[in-house]
């Protein structure tokens, strides 16, 4: 057994040839993060062509027989529950996910995809489904495919849907009977919430928050606050994008990039937090384990949850700004009269609306509802897309009381399916709803974190979060990595209870 | 045939696997362009793994089996004197290089080229010859037979010698014998240039060109001429670096790197002037070739010579500076009053000194003659390393007039010979001597450049550089090229009346 990596001398070969494979899937990251930061125009064409490249040695890497023995080879000398058990497992999914997809699928979804995504910009453009619906029907035709080459092999009789195969791809092991309850609890209570909030008629007045921001001072405050936070600058760093992303090169590597509003300190600010949460989890992965697959984050709803909960449930605390409003004050000038009583209310607004991207926190997981319903009955064959419009505007009206005014503020909003991404979207969802579980676990351990906000001290919770979630890498699958963190399977409760006390301070309401 | 490249059909094989060879470059020039620039200290040692995984690579690509048959199914196709031809001989130059060089060899290079930097440094540091002595006796011995490796199979008879494979590394087809007499024409006129001007007793007060630059200033003073020289910035950037570089992803994306001096303009705009000529070059490339090797720069001297062109006969020519002075002005308020009568001559300063990279226009090849001689004495075994420092003072004293005060100053000021480049200094000569030659070709062909010049028009003397350098790719070799372009072989007679000329008129010495 190796001293440094917990492995059997019997997975040493993986551990070996993952190495490459993991060099290359940080050489396309790095590549990827050059073209949307600092990359000039004309580059686009090299760019490809070499990614391309890259993309087809990883695959080749992933398919070689001698891989493929050396993993059986791990798996024959892995006992279970050791970090052995744990490697192969994660190794055994990207190689039978890379095995399963004939080479001729592939190469059509990637013509799809590329496609899809072009025709999805003109209709958005043009606000014209119409100019999307073919290349869609053939993303869905294509990723129902997929889907069934995914699950060829997998255990009969599991009453998983070909729905599945694709979440599986974000977020390993979950089923959408099994999210289906958790969109029902939330619907069932975040709607009479949204229409409690309503009724009270409360506007919140946010002008106190506009102001001249530099860009500088902006970039400067959401640094001061991300160091806070324990994101460390020698292993990572912030640059300008036109979306907000996060990405590793590994744990010693670990870059975010941000966007801002010269007149909102706002987006540009809470994307800093968002992407920072991202980044701890990346930067506290176990490095140990940093080139096989067990060094890498567990699912996206793993690592959203991460991101949210520094975002939202520190960022946006009362006690968090107890502290940062006088850093406020310092960097903007123009905002120097803002008081407590005047920013908290106004980073807790709900009020239904159309674009999911904009959505606060107490509607974003309706948005998510609506995707989740209406791309689980595309991919089951229940829904053509010819009847996806219409759907859609059918489901808005349902959960947020809003009719969409055309296509490109309702279903041609959003990227993901031109992308053939079929199972994204459950993963933001699931991102709120871990968040406040875990926040909840934390609590209960800690003691009054709210104190230790108040004074800038955030270093408990992050190492509650190192301890509990980063520095298990993919050893654990989420279910039972939310079973080991807070003693219980992922619910809905802790979320909604937040959702509640919120809304209660904010607006007075009850439901 | 190709229409596009113009390549014969039975040479496809070779263009479409040399194809993501070409890939597989320009991602280590990405990966090692991030390095240098924005790269976290932390992400080194998975940056080195990576890089490390693309050369083997690389490697592996150039040593498969179906690229030798695809080779050699170009050459048999290949008519003389067409771009086929070329392509075949520039592939089978790299493919021959990399399959002559034993696995064994290459890895204890590999190893001692790393240790052998790293005892430099502490070597350098500490200004003790003995801590870099075993180290580069190593070098030295890998170096002797890396060469005879590499011409292993090359024409027996010809004439050369051990040296002429390792500067074939660098300046394709060079042979030290006919390097000798251009260096002997040097120092034989330089020498009593450097006398004749150290007589005069003249010192031009440079003091007049000091004064507060501060750095955005610089990069826009910079920006705005390496734009009118005709760097393309949709197809290029300026990055700090912590020394300047230019490095290519392709033709529509190449990047310089530029360091700048608070107090003193001249080393960051300078540098951005000879970065921009190499960077011009490479924007220069005939793109249909581009993911050939045939796409590629010829030489390290050719490439040189159009850095030095730009920066010393364009940037420092006096109808240069009639157009650029009032932007300097404008730049620059600290130094709104410099004269072009004070200016044009601190330029063109010459004064022996002992480090390389600060020497003078007029000195600089006679610090590259003093390498040029004890290399190849190193790699002939005509001296030991033990008496390399004694050999390198009695150089400087003999050729320059100086004596080291220490090691750090005198044989260990270069990196070069910690990393095995043995043959690399003398491109840094034959650039100047290309860019004398070709300069006064343009000038033979375009007439007065200098009008041109001070009107801020620079776009003749790039069109021509385009037509007879740039636009050839990796064609022609160098010797061949310089035929072409000049109607002469390369010689030191431009290079010298230039010399000449400027001495007369800065310090009105003639000899």
């Known amino acids: 057994m190796s001293e440094e990596t917990g492995f059997e001398s019997g997975a040493k070969r993986l551990v070996e040839l993952w190495g490459e494979i993991a060099d290359l899937e940080a050489t396309i990251q790095v590549l990827s993060w050059d073209q949307e930061t600092y990359m000039p125009a004309a580059g686009q064409a090299a760019r490809g062509s070499a990614l391309g490249t890259l993309a087809g040695l990883r695959h080749a890497k992933l398919s070689q027989t001698e891989l493929g023995d050396a993993l059986a080879a791990a798996e024959a000398c892995a006992e279970s529950g050791t970090p052995t058990a744990a490697l192969a497992r994660s190794a055994r999914r990207v190689v039978d996910k890379t095995r399963r997809i004939p080479a001729d699928l592939a190469r059509e979804l990637a013509r799809a995809q590329s496609r899809g995504h072009a025709a999805w910009r003109s209709a958005h453009a043009e606000a014209n489904f119409a100019l999307f619906a073919p290349d869609l029907e053939n993303l869905v035709r294509l990723s129902r495919l997929e889907a069934q080459a995914l699950a060829d092999g997998t255990p009969a009789g599991d009453g998983g849907e070909a729905y599945d195969a694709l979440l599986d791809k974000y977020e390993p092991g979950a089923k959408a009977a099994e999210l289906e309850p958790l969109f029902r609890s939330l619907l069932a209570e975040l709607t009479p919430l949204l229409q409690a909030v309503r009724a009270t008629g409360t506007e919140i007045d946010e002008s106190p928050l506009q102001g001249a921001c530099p860009r500088d001072a902006q970039l400067a405050f959401g640094t001061r606050v991300a160091k806070a936070f324990g994101f460390d600058f020698d292993a990572g760093r912030i640059d300008r994008a036109p979306h907000p992303f996060c990405t590793s090169f590994g744990t010693g590597?670990?870059?975010?990039?941000?966007?801002?509003?010269?007149?909102?300190?706002?987006?540009?600010?809470?994307?800093?937090?968002?992407?920072?949460?991202?980044?701890l989890y990346e930067q506290g992965l176990p490095a140990r384990w940093g080139r096989t697959p067990l060094g890498k984050p567990v699912?996206?709803?793993?690592h959203e949850s991460q991101s949210r909960l520094w975002e939202n449930l520190v960022g946006r605390s009362r006690s968090f700004w107890e502290w940062a409003l006088p850093e406020l004050h310092a960097h903007f000038p123009a905002l120097s009269g803002v008081t407590l009583e005047q920013l908290w209310p106004a980073l807790h607004t709900v009020k239904p609306s159309l674009i999911r991207v904009e959505a606060d926190q107490g509607t974003y997981d309706l948005h998510v509802a609506v995707r989740f319903e209406l791309?689980?009955?595309?991919?089951?064959?229940?829904l053509a897309v010819s009847d996806l419009p219409g759907a859609w505007d059918e489901a808005y009206e349902r959960t947020l009381g809003l009719s969409p005014a055309g296509p490109a503020n309702g279903v041609l909003q959003d990227i993901h399916w031109s992308m053939a991404a079929f199972g994204y979207f459950p993963t933001y969802t699931l991102g709120n709803l871990m968040m406040a579980q875990l926040f909840e676990a934390a609590r209960a351990e800690l003691g009054d974190l709210d104190a230790a906000f108040a004074r800038g001290e955030f270093a408990p919770l992050l190492d509650w979060l190192r301890r509990n979630v980063h520095g298990h890498g993919h050893r654990f699958r989420a279910d039972e990595l939310m079973r080991r963190a807070t003693g219980q399977p992922l619910g809905a409760e802790a979320f909604l209870a937040q959702r509640k006390a919120l809304t209660a301070e904010v607006y007075g309401v009850r439901v």
Request: hydrophobic residues 40%.
């Open 375 to 382: 791309e689980r009955r595309l991919i089951a064959g229940d």
């Open 299 to 302: 699912s996206l709803g793993v």
């Open 253 to 279: 590597d670990v870059r975010i990039t941000w966007r801002w509003n010269d007149t909102d300190f706002r987006p540009g600010f809470f994307g800093i937090l968002h992407e920072t949460g991202h980044a």
